[in-house]
DNA sequence: GATTTTTTGATTTACGTACATCAAATTTGG
DNA sequence: CCAAATTTGATGTACGTAAATCAAAAAATC
């Protein structure tokens, strides 16, 4: 049977007042008292059993959720997962709260945080913008003891204490290898089209594909950027003019906007084979994938991250240790015999 | 704030022992009793508070891993996460212990399973040998209300709750793909290597491998399956001979043993270029992935396939739902960019 | 050495559920 | 309608921890 605080204070030589001052640390201890406790805890391997605490406690964890208001469908898909979540909150003893703040506006979200700082949830999740202030925002929050994950988008040289994302200069990489060996012997040229050079999972997708296919694959020569700013429309136009060069032999697509890459590709690609890459599975780029028209899908699992995010942050706000491989984000690869 | 037992009673206008009653099961409440305090649960939304429960009721679960006595890396890795778990115990009231059974023989599982039937766990996960008998055994323990998850190899057509491992047909089929995209428009022979035809998941894997072969890549021939033992040095014997025939472009290796086959790489393919994808992520695969030697790793993470066993075990002992995304074990495919 | 301050002990209640006991009420069978 | 059987209520204890109160003991201060 695992030891209990009785176990503890018998142990130590205390009462069960004193071990419970040690365990929650609370004032009135006098030093040597409080070694003679650690001592006990440490050669009993006493472990405090979280369900009985929490009981005890009628603890509840107060989340919060830092999103863009983007309208994509990979922000819609992770606003679904957060509802998810929310309606498992009984079970878990959570209480969560999403707040939107304007996409690429980094005092917006400063701001936002600043005003956590006084509402003390017990942790934050949020898709981090990166910027200067920001940082020093997370930074000021992570030190008043505020267990913070960031969310898609990491906040590189920052405290947060976690990142429940994908390595995207990773899935850059990736991306390139997967279309530089698609294309084998092929030579020609790579259109590239992404939301937005703002915003830095693009970023530095873009820096992983091009690092590889210039290290590579020298025969494929990558066009300038397209950003398409996530939107549908815009990527058709895009890629509908892009297309126009008769050397491109494939397209990346590492930003949302999939639905009018897809439109732009159907139209334009009757007489030609192009080799294409996208990110983030939705029923659009399914669709693609299982009609040839897209080769591959790389996408980072909305349901996993946002689970993740929940799990590190209660384990934070309990000062427990995480699983690691469970809290790493993994990027998917999807030909259309893997799809889920 | 979630209503309680308490509230129940008051609700039902019964007292909280009637209310206990019910919910537990026990004898001794008229049929429309019952139904009053089944109605004021459903109405109240009511949810047992699993964690005070088991506080209560000083639950733990005993919990069965029923593994073959395999001696490859795959099952090492397999034990070894199920050692973390051990771990893990305390905190996750578990209490895990592991039956070693030799492999590929169904009467030694059979046997083992029908003494578990006396032993009473609430939970096994077993790594299925396909035979009639075994399927009529876990049938028979499911009907006595074991709850009962395959890990690894499925038992298809049984009624085991869940299955914790990846869609081997899938494997073969994406396999299959990335190997014939690979190649492009080079022609030639197929070499595959695998474990033993006598195991399910490595069939499996070679009829989704051959269909897609056969359906999309009719310009590449696969020649009869070398049959390696999951032994490094048959392995090593069976490549190397295989290799002596040079119209082989590429080479699927869907089991174990791979330590055997990328010392033959390495010694045959100096000259040649090949194209390799082979099962299952370890030292030796990952360091031949990187110096080039194989294209391309498929790989199961034994670690979520362990948690995720133990976590539907547990939901299925407390009749509660799962979240099926986070069970599903996907196929992880591997290049050298996106190792973690 | 008396007084104040700090530290410790003893005890109680609570969290939400499980489970046991015994008495009281109700229903059923004859 | 009475006795027997069944159903229900009332109550208490337990699980492991948190948190509060008050008294007692020890240490520090003057």
């Known amino acids: 049977m695992r030891p209990t605080v009785h176990d503890i204070a018998a142990a130590a030589g205390v009462s069960l007042a004193t071990v419970d001052r040690v365990l929650n640390q609370r004032p009135g201890v006098r030093h040597v008292t409080r070694e003679k406790v650690e001592n006990a805890i440490r050669e009993l391997g006493y472990i405090r059993d979280v369900a009985a605490a929490n009981l005890a406690k ?12 983007s309208d994509n469908s990979f922000m819609h898909g992770l606003n679904a997962e957060i509802r998810q979540a929310v309606l ?3 079970a878990e003893r959570t209480d969560i709260r999403t707040i939107e703040v304007p996409a690429f506006d980094p005092t917006a979200l400063v701001s936002v945080l600043e005003e956590l700082s006084r509402e003390k949830p017990c942790g934050i999740a ?7 202030d920001v940082r020093a925002a997370v930074d000021r ?16 040289g920052s405290l947060r204490h976690h990142y429940a994302g994908v390595d995207n200069i990773a899935a850059g990489r990736t991306a390139a290898r997967l279309l530089g060996r698609f294309l084998g012997p092929r030579k020609g040229e790579i259109a590239v089209l992404a939301g937005s050079m703002l915003v830095r999972d693009h970023r530095e997708r873009l ?7 210039a290290e590579e694959f020298p025969d494929l020569a990558i066009l300038p950027v397209l950003e398409g700013r996530d939107d549908p429309e815009v990527a058709h136009r895009l890629v509908t003019d892009a297309l126009g060069n008769a050397g491109i032999v494939g397209v990346y697509s590492l930003g949302a ?13 009757v007489d030609r084979t192009l080799t294409v890459i996208a990110h983030e599975l939705t029923p659009h780029t399914r669709a693609a994938l299982l009609d040839n028209t897209i080769d591959a899908i790389l996408n980072q699992d909305a349901g996993h991250e946002v689970r993740s995010a929940i799990r590190v942050l209660k384990a934070k706000a309990d000062g427990l240790a995480v699983i690691e491989a469970q809290e790493r984000i993994r990027l998917d690869i ?5 799809l889920p």
Chains 1, 2 share one sequence.
């Open 334 to 338: 999807f030909l259309k015999d893997n």
């Open 207 to 213: 820096e992983g594909f091009t690092s590889v296919l």
């Open 58 to 69: 009628g603890r509840t964890y107060p989340l919060v959720f830092i999103l863009p208001a």
């Open 88 to 90: 498992r909150s009984p």
């Open 141 to 156: 929050l992570v030190r008043e003891r505020f267990p913070i994950v960031t969310l898609v988008s990491d906040l590189t």
């Open 257 to 269: 906007g999939n639905r009018g890459l897809i439109r732009a590709l159907k139209e334009k690609s």
């Open 126 to 132: 949020m898709v981090a913008t990166d910027a200067p």
